[in-house]
Each structure stands twice: as C-alpha cells, then as structure tokens.
C-alpha cells in the first residue's frame, strides 16, 4: 500500500505513474486551467491528466510550463476524442495534442471512450484501427504508455485478440456509490492498471451522511477518505479541483488507513454520484 504522495504504480512496461493524480475534466480553459495546475504542481502534483475533449490543453500545457518544473519530472496523459477514430486520425490527433500541450513526448495516451456495437457493427474493427495507432504512436517513442478509458470486458478482449500491445491502463468511473466490481476485478486480473475518474463522485458524494460519519472516524473529509478508499481499492484517483485551499488537503492521505471492514461498507453503499455515462448504453458519440 502507497505510504506517501510521491509513491508510483508500476505500469506493465515498467513505467511509473504516480498514485495520485490531478484531474482537469471541467476545468474552464483559459485562465482558470493554466493557473490551477500551476497551483497544483506548486502543491506537489506531478500527474496531470487532461483530454483533447476537456478543450483546455493549451492551457493545462501553458500552467505547466509557469511551473517551471522539468518535463522528466511530471506524468503527463491526455486522451483520444471518438472524432478521431481509425489509424492516420489518431496519429495526427495525438501530434496536435502535443502541440498544444507544448509538449513533444506523452506519459500515458487514452482512447477516450470505446466505439460500440450501438454506433457502430464494425466497432470492433474500428477501435482495433484507432489502437495501431496508438501501438505505432508507443513503438515511435512519441508515448511513454498507452491505454483506454471506458472500456468495459469485451472491448478489452476483443481488443486484445487484434493486436500485439495490450492496454496498460484502463480509466474508468469509481468512486463510493458507483465501483464497478467486476470491471475492477477483469482489469486487475489482466494487469492493467486502473485509474478512477470522478473519485469524488463530482462532488455529488462529498455530503452523504454516511460516508461523513465514516470519515469524521478517521477525522479525515469526506474528500480524503473517498481518495483513500479509491488507493485501497487498486485504482490510481484523478480528483479534480480548481479551489486551491483542497490542493494539499487531498494530498493528506497517507496518515490513515480504511479498515477492511469500513472498506466493504462504503463499497455497499447505494449507488450514488453515478454520472450516467455508460459506454454500451450511452456511448460517447450519443452526445
Ligand atoms: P472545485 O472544482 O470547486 O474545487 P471529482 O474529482 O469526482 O470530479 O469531483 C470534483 C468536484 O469535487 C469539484 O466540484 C470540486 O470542487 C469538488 N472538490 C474537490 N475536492 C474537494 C474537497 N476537498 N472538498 C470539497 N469539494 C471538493
């Protein structure tokens, strides 16, 4: 288990990410991105995750270059939009997030979300395209480690029987009220690392009664207790913050542990927070 903030997971290829990182998805473009992750690295962040969707990545790129701190120190993922699926889209895709990012090498890219059986019947061979990119993209040193957000069993499998680099992360919804277990468990089973978007549910768990009384146990918040549990439970947490005061508050985790006991009970919980995004039933590309 991670004792303090700078502990890394190690992904399938050796590659280190650290086990917390800062999440950008709604964080206006402009001045409001660049000056939170400025404040966040200032804070001790070094893993910033960002997508070509959120549409703030010449921001996120320029608060990371008023960091002044060098590029081999941070974590640095962005993700694949479904507007660019198929081979030569995803290379030119992922050169025009580097430009933007002002940046000539990535930590970690993502398919964002999976093309599915609902949009399309030639999904699998659709996402298998858009992966040899991003297996060409890995291959030319462009990408330090890639991997899929969204991605439930069989987009993995059917992935995996159509190429030759398996996906080293799979970012997906977690958070107290929505785990998805089994998913979880495929993933861990497979060795592909989990990262947990929305581990605050949104904000929309912070003021459950439950987990307030679970957390003022540990005299830690809520936001810190969700960020542990999602550590405790194998996935690397993206929260997402632009107050800056939360900045080193949800850094303070690692001064307690959740009981297995605690554990089981906030996994039970009822859901809540669930965001409603769901890539078979409400792909991506319905919105
Ligand atoms: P804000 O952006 O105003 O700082 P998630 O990471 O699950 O997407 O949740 C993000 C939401 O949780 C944002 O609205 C963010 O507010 C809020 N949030 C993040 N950290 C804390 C905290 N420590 N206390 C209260 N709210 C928080």
Not at 51 to 70: H, L, P, Q, R, W
């Amino acid at each position: 288990m991670f004792k303090k903030f700078s502990d890394t997971v190690t992904l399938a290829n050796g590659v280190k990410m650290p086990c917390i990182g800062y999440g950008t998805w709604q964080t206006p473009d402009g001045d409001v991105a660049r000056k939170c992750v400025f404040e966040a690295i200032k804070a001790g962040y070094r893993h910033i995750d960002t997508a070509a969707a959120y549409g703030n990545e010449e921001s996120v790129g320029a608060g990371i270059k008023d960091s002044g701190i060098t590029r081999d120190e941070l974590f640095i993922t962005t993700k694949h939009w479904i507007s660019n699926r198929g081979y030569e889209k995803t290379i030119s895709a992922c050169e025009d997030s580097l430009k933007k990012l002002g940046i000539d090498y990535l930590d970690l890219y993502l398919i964002h979300w999976p093309c599915v059986s609902k949009i399309s019947d030639n999904w699998e061979e659709i996402n298998a395209d858009t992966w040899r990119g991003f297996e060409k993209l890995y291959k030319d040193g462009k990408i330090r480690a890639i991997g899929v957000s969204n991605f439930l069993p069989n987009h993995l499998e059917s992935l995996k029987a159509k190429s030759t680099v398996k996906p080293m992360v799979n970012q997906i919804e977690f958070h107290p009220g929505y785990i998805q277990a089994e998913l979880a468990d495929y993933c861990q089973k497979e060795g592909i690392v989990l990262q947990a978007w929305s581990p605050l549910g949104c904000g929309a768990v912070l003021g459950d009664a439950f987990l307030a009384e679970m957390a003022a146990k540990y005299n830690k918040s809520v936001a810190q207790l969700c960020i542990k549990f999602a550590l405790q439970s194998g996935f690397v947490p993206l929260p997402k913050f632009t107050n800056a005061e939360r900045m080193a508050a949800n850094m303070d985790v690692f001064d307690f542990e959740i009981s297995t006991e605690d554990m089981e009970k906030i996994a039970n919980m009822p859901q809540k927070g669930y965001s409603g995004f769901y890539p078979e039933e409400a792909p991506a590309d319905a919105f």
